[in-house]
């Protein structure tokens, strides 16, 4: 008797594997070849480039993180950098001729280790709307393409010494300005319903948290006209009016606040949108152990990058699903910081903005050009330790109230972690920021139901795997969050047992340390939301 794994004797014109018969007629064997010829194609480069794309997977700058026991702490390490081992000098000539020298990819010598590192069956990516239609445009940047790109942000920094603007910080540009005035906090607009917002921010700055920082407030020509609300500002609350010079695009106004990061005097800042009111001290952050690892922190957003983006091969990296996209509602930013580089890094986001024609298609503003330039130049940033919690309340998008339905419109970003807490597992970080990112944009929702309430997940730790299961979603009425599978508490039904899930708590609970700081916000709800009237400027 002969089993099915039971060798067969060959015969001629007969193919034998593992036992079975398959016989082969010559015009099959034509299209075999032709097929393991197409697929082939790409093997066929030459030695080069396959010692190109094997170099670019493993690259140690393309893998995201340099090894570290923190990665398995709460505090993420600082990421971007190029690995001590490499020696790079931290200069920005060094930095400019490593980015020259970094391999050069097409599209499908790139596709498998960046869809590798950012798969698409994690996170929100082919659901965010800015990745919606670009992957052609993507494609179609060449090797070449990614070469001139490079050689752009060289000639740019050549053009800025020439015109004698500084580029790397050093002490002599606070020589001038009061050790006390080298900190503060930077907003940007003057005008409209961004007024009321930037009045609610600062009351809640003043006169709750009764934080004594320093205040800017860049604005365009023409904002600010009126000498009352001029009046109220400076004596008030307290702050410098500036003018800026910044490019008003048609759309949003990316440039005056990276304009502003280069023009302030303050050589460490917090910075936030005129939308977002702080929830402790922001002065607080510049002390803790995120800060002062890479002199700069920027807090995720809910989206995750999309590996096919050519940004990858422009920056020669990989896509990797430890880094976050940056809501850039808020930074904490340090020019001096990676000796003096960061400064270096306002001026490169500032010539990714200046560029539509290039960039416009690789990124969403600046919340992506910061970080796209700490990969250009190498240099460490920082991620915020948590992921956000969605605020909002039990209603409906019309306002109509909804027990079974929660909808959150503005985001908790958590603060950061004291030094005091550096060694602490166990610890996670206050609220910091309320960012009103949807709130604006509504009108009609009851105000004691607008920020009642906040979910996030169960583990929100920023570099946590089981942030996997809790999926966030913007859909175009709420910020969703939503669990993938059962609930991973043990006596849970169907557990995973990893203990992941989301939690839902009022916000008296979450703001329980600060109680005077929840009745602000509870008594500001009602003009918030009558703020947004249809009509109203």
Request: glycine letters at 8%; aromatic letters at 10%.
């Amino acid at each position: 008797m002969v089993s099915a794994y039971s060798p067969v004797p060959t015969q001629e014109g007969v193919a034998v594997a593992g036992g079975l018969r398959l016989r082969v007629k010559p015009l099959q064997l034509l299209l075999l070849a032709g097929v393991a010829l197409i697929i082939g194609i790409p093997l066929l480069a030459g030695q080069e480039r396959r010692a190109a794309v094997s170099d670019y997977m493993g690259s140690r700058i393309g893998t995201g993180y340099r090894h570290s026991e923190s990665l398995s702490s709460h505090i993420p390490p600082p990421s971007g950098g190029i690995p001590d081992d490499e020696d790079v000098p931290m200069t920005l000539e060094a930095r400019l001729k490593h980015l020259l020298q970094r391999t050069a990819l097409e599209q499908y010598e790139a596709e498998l280790p960046n869809r590798h590192g950012c798969p698409f069956y994690t996170y929100a990516r082919n659901t965010y709307f800015f990745h919606e239609g670009k992957d052609e445009r993507w494609h179609k940047v060449s090797r070449d393409d990614i070469r001139r790109y490079r050689q752009k942000i060289v000639d740019y920094f050549r053009a800025l010494d020439r015109e004698a603007i500084p580029i790397v910080w050093d002490k002599s540009m606070e020589a001038d300005v009061p050790v006390d005035q080298r900190r503060g906090l930077i907003y940007t607009g003057g005008e409209g319903k961004t007024l009321e917002r930037l009045r609610f921010s600062l009351h809640m700055l003043r006169n709750v948290i009764k934080s004594t920082m320093p205040v800017e407030v860049y604005y365009f020509p023409g904002e600010f006209a009126d000498q009352k609300v001029r009046d109220e500002f400076t004596n008030e609350w307290k702050v410098t009016l500036i003018e800026s010079n910044a490019r008003k695009g048609d759309g949003k106004s990316w440039q005056i606040k990276n304009r502003s990061f280069l023009d302030t005097k303050f050589t460490q800042f917090v910075y936030m949108d005129s939308d977002n009111i702080p929830l402790m001290d922001p002065a607080e952050l510049f002390e803790s152990v995120e800060f002062k690892q890479s002199g700069s922190v920027f807090w995720a957003d809910l989206n995750k990058d999309h590996p096919d983006n050519s940004i990858w091969r422009i920056m020669g990296r990989q896509c990797t699903d430890e880094h976050w996209p940056a809501e850039s509602g808020q930074v904490v930013y340090d020019k001096s910081g990676n000796q003096g580089l960061n400064l270096a890094v306002l001026h490169l986001s500032n010539h990714m903005m200046d560029n539509a024609d290039m960039y416009d298609f690789l990124s969403y503003g600046d919340k992506d050009t910061y970080r796209y330039s700490f990969y250009a130049l190498g240099l460490d940033y920082q991620q915020a330790p948590r992921m956000f919690a969605s605020v909002g309340g039990y209603q409906r998008q019309d306002g109509t109230s909804s027990p079974d339905y929660f909808c959150g419109h503005a985001m908790i970003q958590w603060g950061l972690t004291p030094e005091s807490a550096r060694y602490d597992t166990s610890y996670h970080p206050v609220p910091a920021f309320l960012h009103q990112i949807l709130t604006k944009h509504r009108y009609g929702l009851q105000p004691d139901k607008l920020f009642s309430h906040a979910k996030r997940p169960r583990e929100d730790g920023i570099l946590d795997p089981r942030l996997v299961r809790t999926l966030y979603e913007f859909t175009g009425d709420c910020f969703a969050i939503e669990l993938k599978g059962p609930d991973g508490l043990a006596d849970s039904p169907n557990s995973y047992g990893d203990g992941q899930g989301t939690i839902i708590e009022p916000m008296a609970d979450v703001l329980h340390a600060h109680p005077h700081v929840a009745q602000a916000l509870a008594d500001m709800s009602e003009r918030i939301a009558l703020l947004n009237k249809p009509g109203d400027r």
